[in-house]
């Protein structure tokens, strides 16, 4: 009787493992030489270009003015220049399709010349505009396939940038990409009109405030991307992580994280040495990473950069994920981006800090020293907070997806109720105005740590507060409830346009109330924030974020609480949602529509693979051990019975009751997996969700209680111990 092998080889191969390449020369060249050399950026610009058409390009970069189009040619001819000299014999319109991935589509720089040699080619034609077969990427019905035609269109706001390869460097230029209607295909699109609208609407406050330099407010983004690496022996030997990304079966192992000894622990060896070459990599295409540390659960960790305006961080980040995913490979590892790759043990998000800033005013959502004294920041943040209340249901939307559905509300991550953490210092002050006016703010403090020769250390006005999934933390909201594998487009689309329309509507308040008359603000402050604290504070909470007594609460205070994608994904639609989107032209209600579609059906899709693997893994890999075992256990009770011993056979009872058990609730999954009789894609969708998630669920429960009693040497899958703690 032989068990698997896999297991064994997997952590052979991990207790064995050598560098596959030899150590990075970080020497050689430093950092700062490093950081943006495969990056076609401003500063290259300046070198490569003529002036006029140098000044063109900022132009549009800092005040997104419209490029010329004459100016293309001559952009394109030097971008060529500086890639072939990079090694590049490819060019790629880069996009980001509605499904959250990163596209490409590669072409040679290579044109006959007519005298059966080549020349090297790139016009600015090519650059401006590409066209790749659109017919398989979602378009949610904007385009059938027989009009497969997509346009990605250069983003000139976001940098071309140079993709190594040992065998050969392609260029690669950011697009966005949109029907032959116009209409947005991706996630990209939207973002650009949507921090245009910010931008509008953000420059009327300034004007009220008497700043009219018209500098470009950006919404700016900074993502903390969590993530988990495992030896890529045991991921290859789990059919669940390599098709589903998450394990669909598995105990929990006797040691968890209950230590919490692994949170900002020291980063182990083959670690370190991948996270030192991933930073490299991305510094390389100019990408400002500035953190790294060990998570929580064992084997996760986190890496984040510097915030950049949100576009750029929105490129960024999916460059974050690639590398993140090629450099695991390269050390032997697996990279898992996925919201809860382990059950019971802490899954991994992605905090989206969001801010707005320009560069004459700097970061609008930076409160000073003194916060009520400071009206500007009020009415920004005082925005913020209304349009976080007015729309909670749609930022729960732009998170709802199969995987972050095991991660939101499980108590390790923000629930699905979207409220704000504001503070102490901030509630105090948002509740002087709501009694007729802030006079004071709560000072900062020293923190004294009793050890003389240790300095007084500055005190934050406000403790922190991990389970609030939107919270106010100094000079910048942090949206905690993004999931680690998505892309971050949607979350930054939805928060640049409810605060957009918020924007809008206290320039508006303020206008009528000053009549251009700047005495009157003050007062018109105090009247607009006193309402919007009084009409939108239910919106603010600042205790526990976890507790059954904030659910409670939270209910009786009117708040959304949509626990499941099913029951997110369609405030997309909402009547007032749409004519949001489109009154500030960032999303057309059929653009809205085809992304509900396309979201609901990845959905469907994902729970979909889900089910099929956890039958397949039953049937294949689970039964056939248990049943082994089963046998070995009958066959040792008989040989005791020949010999006459009396025994019990409670082993073998359990055994046997686990196998039937796991038999029917398998057969009970094929049914819900055989239903088609949903009519539209809602119905489909929540199908899955009531029906087909619990019916694996109750597989799993009898799998993992097998595998706490089947003879180890027959289990076919890596345990959660051995993945997380073999490194
Ligand atoms: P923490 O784990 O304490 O929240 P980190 O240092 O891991 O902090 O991450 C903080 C993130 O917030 C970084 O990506 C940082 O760039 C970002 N951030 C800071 N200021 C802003 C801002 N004004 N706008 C957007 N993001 C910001
Ligand atoms: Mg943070």
């Known amino acids: 009787m032989s068990g698997s092998t896999a297991r064994l080889q997997a952590i052979s191969a991990v207790t064995n493992y050598k560098p596959l390449s030899p150590p990075l020369n970080f020497a050689e060249t430093p950092t700062h030489e490093l950081f943006g050399s495969n990056v076609f950026s401003i500063a290259t610009m300046e070198r490569c270009l003529p002036k006029h058409v140098f000044k063109a390009v900022k132009k549009t970069i800092e005040k997104g003015a419209k490029l010329d189009p004459t100016v293309a040619d001559v952009v394109a001819s030097a971008i060529k220049s500086w890639a072939i000299d990079k090694g590049a014999t490819h060019y790629a319109h880069v996009f980001y399709p509605l499904t959250g991935l990163t596209a490409e589509k590669h072409d040679s720089f290579l044109s006959p010349d007519g005298n059966g040699g080549a020349i090297a080619e790139f016009s600015g034609k090519a650059l401006i505009q590409g066209e790749p077969d659109a017919s398989s990427f979602p378009s949610g019905g904007i385009r059938a396939t027989f009009e497969a035609r997509g346009y990605t269109a250069w983003d000139v706001s976001s940098p071309a940038y140079i993709l190594e390869n040992p065998n050969g460097t392609t260029l690669c230029i950011p697009t966005a990409f949109v029907s032959w209607t116009g209409e947005a295909l991706d996630k990209k699109t ?94 390389k295409l100019g990408v400002p990473i500035k953190t790294r540390h060990n998570e929580v659960a064992p084997a996760q960790y986190e890496i984040a950069p510097v915030f950049e305006n949100a576009n750029v961080a929105t490129d960024h980040q999916q460059l974050i994920m690639l590398v993140l995913k090629r450099v695991a490979e390269k050390y032997g590892m697996a990279c898992l981006l996925h919201e809860k790759p382990f059950a019971g043990i802490n899954g991994s998000g992605k905090h989206v800090n969001w801010s707005l800033g320009s560069a004459s005013q700097g970061n609008l959502l930076d409160p000073g020293d003194t916060p009520h004294g400071n009206a500007q920041f009020l009415v920004f943040c005082g925005a913020v907070i209304r349009a976080v209340h007015k729309h909670s ?27 704000i953490f504001l503070g102490d210092q901030l509630t105090d002050v948002f509740e002087q105005i709501k009694a007729g006016g802030a006079k004071s703010s709560m000072a900062k403090g020293t923190l004294t740590v009793g050890v003389d020769i240790l300095p007084p250390l500055p005190k934050d006005a406000g403790d922190r507060n991990r389970t609030s999934p939107f919270a106010f933390t100094g000079n910048r909201f942090e949206f905690r409830a993004v999931g680690s594998n998505q892309s971050i487009a949607g979350p930054l689309v939805a928060m640049n346009t409810i605060i957009a329309e918020s924007l809008d509507y206290c320039a508006t308040e303020l206008e009528n109330a000053t009549k251009g008359d700047p005495s009157k603000l003050n007062a018109a402050v105090q009247t607009l924030l006193k309402d919007i604290i009084e009409k939108h504070g239910a919106v603010i909470f600042n205790g526990d974020g976890y507790s059954e007594a904030w659910h409670q609460e939270a209910e009786k205070r009117g708040l959304p ?23 500030y032209k960032v999303l057309s209600k059929r653009e809205m529509q085809s992304r509900l579609d396309i979201y609901l ?36 009770c008989a040989d005791l019975k020949v010999v006459g011993y009396t025994f019990d056979t409670n082993t073998l009872d359990k055994v046997t009751e686990l196998v039937k058990n796991l038999q029917d609730s398998v057969a009970a999954l094929e049914a819900t997996m055989a239903h088609h009789g949903a009519k539209d894609l809602l119905g489909e969708a929540k ?24 003879a180890d040497d027959l289990w076919p899958l890596p345990t959660y111990q051995e993945m997380l703690f073999i490194k």
């Open 190 to 283: 939207p973002v650009l009109r949507s921090m245009q609208a910010l931008n509008e609407q953000a420059q009327r406050i300034l004007k009220l405030f008497g700043h009219t330099d018209g500098a470009m407010v950006a919404s700016t983004a900074g993502p903390e991307q969590e993530y988990f690496l495992i030896d890529r022996n045991f991921f290859f030997a789990r059919p669940d992580l390599l098709n589903a990304g998450r394990t669909l079966f598995g105990a929990k192992p006797p040691k968890g994280q209950e230590f919490e000894d692994h949170y900002f622990g020291a980063i182990p060896e083959r670690v370190l040495a991948f996270m030192l070459e991933t930073e490299r990599e991305l510094f």
């Open 687 to 710: 199908h899955f969700c009531k029906e087909v998630v619990p019916a694996m669920l109750t597989v799993r429960k009898y799998a993992d209680e097998l595998e706490g009693i089947v």
């Open 393 to 419: 249901a749609l930022l729960r939307a732009v998170v709802a997806h199969a995987g972050n559905d095991h991660r939101l509300g499980a108590n390790e991550a923000p629930p699905a109720i979207i409220s």
């Open 601 to 636: 059906e990845q959905y469907c899709k994902a729970v979909n693979v889900e089910a099929q693997l956890a039958i397949e893994i039953a049937k294949t890999m689970i039964f056939p051990a248990a049943i082994r075992y089963q046998s070995e256990l009958a066959k040792t």
């Open 561 to 583: 609480n949509l626990k499941t994608t099913v029951d997110a994904l369609p405030s997309l639609v909402g009547e007032e949602v749409l004519a949001m989107f489109e009154k």
